[in-house]
């Protein structure tokens, strides 16, 4: 089993900085893809960013320029820095993250509150 550790919501002003960091523990050998989504209030999760073990990045449209994905495959970690953040990026964050070894993997993390408003 892999658990999924968030860390580093909060409150922040419009046009400020937060950086999201999520470890995995357990049985993490096989990691693949570790990824970020969100849900606002009434709405559906959507997926933020995405990484790949090789380094392949994919964003949301519109987070693309705000928000970085990186990753470190040694310590099974996972960062999302956001900058620039609107009222609209106001959501729990999860942490994501799929095992080549476990055929339709689909790993979740707690949830971490960001909360973006003046």
């Known amino acids: 089993q892999v658990h999924l550790v968030e860390s580093g919501g909060g409150l922040v002003q419009p046009g400020g900085s937060l950086r999201l960091s999520c470890v995995g523990v357990g049985s993490t050998f096989g990691i693949n893809n570790m990824g970020w989504y969100r849900q606002a209030p009434g709405k559906q999760r959507e997926l933020v960013a995405q990484?790949?073990?090789?380094?392949?990045?994919t964003y949301a449209d519109s987070v693309k320029g705000r928000f970085t994905i990186s990753r470190d495959n040694a310590e099974i970690t996972v960062w999302l820095q956001m900058n620039s953040l609107k009222p609209d990026d106001t959501a729990v964050y999860y942490c994501n993250a799929d095992s080549v070894l476990v055929p339709g993997s689909n790993y979740w993390g707690q949830g971490t509150q960001v909360t973006v408003s003046s």
């Open positions: 990484i790949s073990r090789s380094g392949t990045t």
